[in-house]
């Protein structure tokens, strides 16, 4: 992983501003998620958008052209249109002509699903260069008279480049872990769909029942990812999880008995991007110089599904 780049859109929306047209305040919001800010795409600004300007910029911190990239893989469950793919409007936009591309739909879990993805294809010789992308509208699926729902999402996109190396050092991902279990459905959905109500829908949570999904399932999948990687979680470096809600973080961080300077939080000022969440948090711990290339970061993730899943990456490239 030799680049990261992100994109907020530039209206920020705070509890306050929330709490003028729905039954909510900046303190219950704080209290129970940590959120205390949250962008949101204008109506003109599509998930394509803000996915192109965090993509030029992971290519960017990476040192490599569009030309060089072999694959995109593209993060979300707010895409452009019902097809083409979103990350084919992300390949013309950014005229990456060599490279096939392709959208994952994992919900929050959506980036490592399409980051374990493209290692398999890098890995299977489909590529030398790849760009994955996590990017969402997120708010555009919000019912915005559910306080349950509305108060807790935001929009962005990050990405990263990821390249072959064949030096044996131990850099990119290490280990990967994937799982589903679509008995959960109905604690975690939209109400709409092409082939069932012909419209977009909202999301519909049962917060509690997600919650308590939550920190069991992400622990038992980063001690599988660990155990894969023959690693302890005193190895891990940094604590990149998805950024839902600070009490899941803090309790992951509990479990891995990790210090507040080893995790990466950005859940107040991002609120839960989804697939987005974990590379703006990537792009945060290196472009505040907190995570260096040779670091260990520890990726976790759970969505809709209920998806989830873990990573281990060495970020960066050998010397
Ligand atoms: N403002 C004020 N009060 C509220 C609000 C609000 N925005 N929302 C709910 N309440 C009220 C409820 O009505 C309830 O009132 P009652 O006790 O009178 O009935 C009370 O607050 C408590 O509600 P709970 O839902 O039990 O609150 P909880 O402490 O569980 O927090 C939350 C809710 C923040 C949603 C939490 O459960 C959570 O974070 N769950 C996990 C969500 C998550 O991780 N999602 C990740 C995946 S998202 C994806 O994949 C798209």
């Not at 069932?196 to 049962?206: E, L, S």
Request: glycine residues 10%; aromatic residues 6%.
């Amino acid at each position: 992983m030799t680049g990261v780049g992100a994109y907020l859109p530039e209206k920020i929306l705070t509890n306050d501003e929330l709490s003028q047209f729905v039954d909510t305040d900046d303190n219950w919001i704080r209290q129970r998620t940590g959120i205390v800010s949250r962008r949101k795409a204008s109506s003109d600004e599509l998930t394509s958008d803000l996915a192109v300007k965090a993509a030029n910029q992971a290519l960017r911190s990476a040192g490599v052209t569009i030309t060089d990239i072999d694959c995109i893989i593209l993060a979300t469950t707010t895409p452009d249109y019902t097809f083409p793919s979103t990350a084919t409007i992300v390949q013309q936009k950014l005229g990456a002509e060599n490279a096939f591309a392709f959208d994952v739909q994992a919900v929050c879990a959506g980036f490592v699903y399409a980051l374990t993805v493209a290692n398999g294809l890098m890995c299977s010789g489909q590529g030398k260069t790849a760009l994955v992308i996590g990017a969402e509208t997120f708010t555009k699926l919000l019912d915005w008279k559910d306080r349950s729902t509305c108060v807790l999402f935001g929009d962005g996109a990050g990405a990263v480049v990821l390249q072959t190396d064949n030096s044996n050092k131990g850099f990119g991902i290490l280990a990967n872990k994937l799982y589903s279990d679509g008995r959960y459905r109905d604690i975690l959905y939209v109400d709409g769909g092409v082939s069932t109500t012909g419209t977009v829908g909202h999301v519909k949570m049962k917060g509690r029942d997600v919650f308590k999904h939550a920190v069991e399932k992400l622990a038992d999948a980063m001690d599988e990812v660990l155990k894969l990687a023959k690693l302890t979680s005193s190895d891990i470096d940094w604590l990149v999880p998805h950024q839902a809600n600070i009490r899941i973080i803090n309790a992951m961080q509990k479990k891995l008995n990790l210090p507040d300077e080893k995790v990466i939080k950005t859940v107040s000022a991002h609120a839960n991007t989804s697939a987005a969440s974990i590379p703006l948090a990537l792009n945060y711990g290196v472009t505040s110089g907190k995570i260096k290339s040779g670091h260990l970061l520890a990726l976790e993730a759970i969505g809709g599904g209920l998806s989830w899943g873990a990573s281990l990456v060495r970020y960066g490239r050998p010397d």
